[in-house]
């Protein structure tokens, strides 16, 4: 009987292997004292046919260690340094397992090969390479563990340097609308912490383009301290098909459920569902995908919040997906009194040239008025910008204004 393997297609070799497994499972005769362990870390893409009672049949998931476990890993991988004296005696193991959330074993150990690796770094002479190294002075510090923490991240962590792309100008005072729709995101945050009854809440942040959407979810989710927190953006999706793109979003979900505490922002929400005014058009195979996502419960004592940002509300509403969200907050434009708080923390401007100023940003979103700003100090014939940003300058008014007729009507 010829072998499905002969074919050259995945199909063939993939069925091929698999029955080959099957066969030496069960086999004609059965062997006594034998123990069959199999190992993966995508469970999702194992055959059916290998999990079914009388093989594969007791499946154990190993999750990510605890704080107590990761204490343990760490105590595991620095017995031998302790022994030898080359552990400093300000090296914390307790406050090295709090700080490594969402940190695997294999991670673990990493971080401790790269502590060593700067402890070592410490003794090497660059004026001479061939300099024997004194063992004897070699000390891996407190220091040497942070660095290495930083240096080494999880593949279940928090996407912290996303995140900060996503509020390159930080985030400053606003008004009270922008400081309310915050606070309460951020007990929304608190709210997943501590609720029983609901282990996944979706916020939906809708507000026109540039009001500071993606600014404000990515600032919640870092300054939450969640283990796990993960930007899902069209930009990360480029060129991809649209099975593809749901294989992706739904990747990070899964990801997502290993972590005891998960945030998942869904930035461009339009964007991501390919939507196009002209029609319109959108795919509606991501948006199913999104509306059983934003549904489905976490797995036990996994608990996750969701925060979407969209500038097309109207088109969310009508495609149903506005209703899967908990709640909706709308992030507006600023007003007069929220620009002129903004340009007082900027201080780039005179004190009589501020009111002035922000009598024509009334109704501009932040991120505008960011690039107005950025444009009027380059002054009319460049290399202004460092003098003012620096304090010794002040943007000049009237150059403002002409900066201002030439930016794109708002």
């Known amino acids: 009987m010829q072998s499905r393997g002969s074919t050259r297609d995945g199909t063939g070799v993939h069925d091929s292997i698999v029955n080959q497994l099957l066969t030496k499972i069960d086999g004609v005769e059965s062997l006594n004292n034998v123990l069959l362990i199999g190992m993966t870390n995508r469970k999702d893409l194992l055959d059916e046919a290998l999990m079914r009672p009388g093989r594969l049949e007791v499946q154990v998931e190993i999750s990510l260690p605890d ?3 990761r204490l343990q890993i760490l105590q595991i991988h620095t017995n031998k340094m302790k022994e030898n004296s ?3 005696p300000d090296v914390n193991l307790q406050e090295l397992a709090a ?10 150990e990493g971080v401790v090969k790269s502590a060593v690796s700067y402890a070592l770094n410490r003794q090497l002479s660059m004026d001479d390479l061939t300099k024997p190294v004194d063992e004897e002075s070699i000390k891996v510090t407190m220091e040497d563990f942070l660095h290495a923490l930083n240096e080494v991240r999880p593949a279940f962590g928090a996407s912290t340097d996303d995140l900060e792309r996503c509020r390159l100008n930080g985030i400053v005072d606003c008004g009270k609308d922008h400081q309310h729709i915050y606070r309460r995101t951020m007990l929304l945050a608190e709210q997943v912490k501590v609720s029983r009854g609901s282990p996944i809440i979706t916020c939906l942040l809708e507000g026109p383009s540039g009001s500071g959407k993606t600014a404000m979810a990515a600032t919640v989710g870092i300054q939450s301290d969640f283990p796990y927190v993960k ?3 069209a930009e990360t999706m ?4 649209e099975s593809s793109k749901c294989a992706q979003i739904v990747k990070v979900f899964e990801d997502a459920y290993k972590s005891p505490l998960s945030i998942i922002v869904l930035d461009g929400i339009e964007r991501l569902l390919e939507y196009v005014a002209i029609g319109p058009r959108f795919s509606n195979l991501i948006s199913q995908t999104l509306m059983v996502l934003l549904k489905r419960l976490p797995p036990k004592d996994k608990k996750m919040l969701v925060i979407g940002t969209t500038s097309e509300v109207d088109f969310l509403e009508s495609v ?4 899967t969200f908990s709640v909706t907050y709308h992030v507006p434009t600023l007003k007069k009194e929220d620009a002129k708080k903004v340009l007082q923390q900027l201080n ?3 004190s009589n040239d501020i009111d002035s100023a922000a009598d024509v940003l009334e109704g501009m979103p932040i991120k505008k008025l960011y690039m107005v700003v950025e444009m009027a100090a380059q002054g009319e014939h460049g290399g202004t910008a460092e003098a ?3 304090g010794k300058e002040k943007i000049n008014i009237d150059h403002f204004f002409e900066c201002l007729k030439d930016i794109v009507r708002y």
Do not use: T
């Open 86 to 88: 080359f552990l400093s």
């Open 238 to 241: 480029i060129g991809l098909s």
């Open 348 to 350: 780039v401007f005179s």
């Open 99 to 108: 700080r490594s959330k969402n940190y695997s074993g294999a991670e673990l």
């Open 388 to 390: 003012i940003y620096s």
């Open 320 to 323: 149903g997906l506005c209703d």
């Open 231 to 233: 930007i899902i953006s």
């Open 67 to 69: 704080e107590n476990g």
